[in-house]
């Protein structure tokens, strides 16, 4: 395991606080970090980008989050 267990409700909170700052009809995507080769059969070892990882937890590459509130 990564990580210890985080409480969802942490990044529940993340994303209100986010969105309470988001003007009306507005949208807000965020992409997990791309996986960067570094020779021709091998890469660098992933790392979720942290805004992503901040309001959602997941830390999963080729991930989306899209918040509009």
Partial sequence: MKYHSIDN?????????FMKEMQPKSLAVFNSNDIYPISADSTL???QHRDIFYLSGVDQEESILVLFP
């Fill in 9 to 17: 409700k942490l990044f529940i909170k993340n994303r209100k606080n």
């Fill in 45 to 47: 070892p992933f790392e």
